[in-house]
């Protein structure tokens, strides 16, 4: 098993399985702490240990672990295995689409983004608004269906005439799915889980803008980007992979370089969009032009 887990985060273009992953060890590290903790009498001590995950409603409790808007979005509810079970069915069937035709750095990216968006808006709902002010007497809020909600609606928005085929449904375009998750949540804003359904309003407005943006030319989730490459490089002693060329000498001993049309700045360019979006984001023409310059 870990031998897999380690393939599945060496092989390109596998964000949604990796993100997967993560999901599930951190709920099974916590479940066996609950376990373990609740045996022995030391649940207050299980309590800390939640709390440094779960995202308070209330700003001022925020303000001492303000990480949590980021590791809320990695916990689920440990007593409920529905939770994480349909959380992570949603994450692989939008994310595997969704790799599939931007990459997995955007995806991580909108992971992100979604995460930070629903926790914003989360917080600034149960701060602002007196009707759930008078409703954020519990501990916090856990679960990764913000960034879901972000994925979701960002595939949605990019192909909206895309189609699942779901059981008992048939065939359904995933505009449509979407659409009803969010009214759904909207609905949900004023029931027993508003903390959730608010969050998830707001990973998917984080879902939309990201998608609109990005065909705009703007890429908000470059710094992610950035930001995760900076520390791979930190664990990483690999040279850049550069293609080069052997000279052929001529009649009249000068040297010439065979490039046969394709230059060192495109093959660079190649091997960069390679690093970003794996093999398969490659066009037809380009992937020709890496294999002639295998050839030389």
């Known amino acids: 098993m870990l031998e897999e887990f380690k393939n599945a985060f060496n092989r390109p273009n596998q964000a949604h399985v990796q993100l997967i992953i993560i999901n599930v060890v951190v709920f099974l590290l916590l479940g066996v702490l609950f376990v373990f903790f609740r045996i022995f009498s030391l649940e207050p001590i299980f309590t800390l240990v939640h709390d440094q995950f779960s995202i308070p409603p209330k700003f001022s409790d925020f303000l001492t672990r303000p990480w949590t808007i980021i590791t809320y ?7 409920s295995i529905l939770h994480i079970l349909f959380n992570m069915l949603a994450l692989y069937w939008f994310g595997r689409l969704f790799v599939e035709y931007l990459g997995s750095d955007k995806l991580i990216a909108l ?53 699942f085929f779901l059981l008992f449904f048939g065939p359904i375009k995933i505009k449509y799915i979407a659409a009803f998750y969010i009214v759904l949540s909207f609905l949900g804003t004023v029931q027993s889980n508003a903390g959730g359904n608010i969050a998830h309003l707001g990973g998917a407005l984080m879902g939309f803008v990201y998608i609109k943006q990005l065909q705009a030319g703007v890429n908000w989730g470059g710094w992610i980007t950035s930001v995760l490459d900076w520390f791979k490089g930190l664990f990483s002693s690999r040279p850049r992979v550069k293609v080069s060329y052997r000279k052929n000498e001529t009649a009249n001993g000068k040297m010439n370089v065979n490039l046969s049309g394709i230059s060192q700045q495109e093959i660079d360019d190649i091997l960069d969009k390679i690093s970003d979006g794996g093999y398969e984001s490659l066009s037809k023409e380009e992937k020709e032009k890496l294999f002639k310059a295998s050839k030389k």
């Not at 979005?73 to 007593?79: E, G, N, S």
């Not at 409703?135 to 192909?159: E, H, K, N, Y």
């Open 111 to 163: 992971y992100v983004l979604g995460a930070l968006a629903a926790g914003v808006c989360y917080l600034l709902v149960f701060n602002t608004i007196p009707f759930f002010k008078n409703q954020s007497d519990f501990s916090g809020m856990v679960g990764a269906s913000g960034a879901i909600f972000a994925i979701m609606v960002g595939a949605a928005t990019l192909m909206p005439n895309y189609t």
């Open 73 to 79: 979005a990695f916990m689920h509810d440990l007593v």
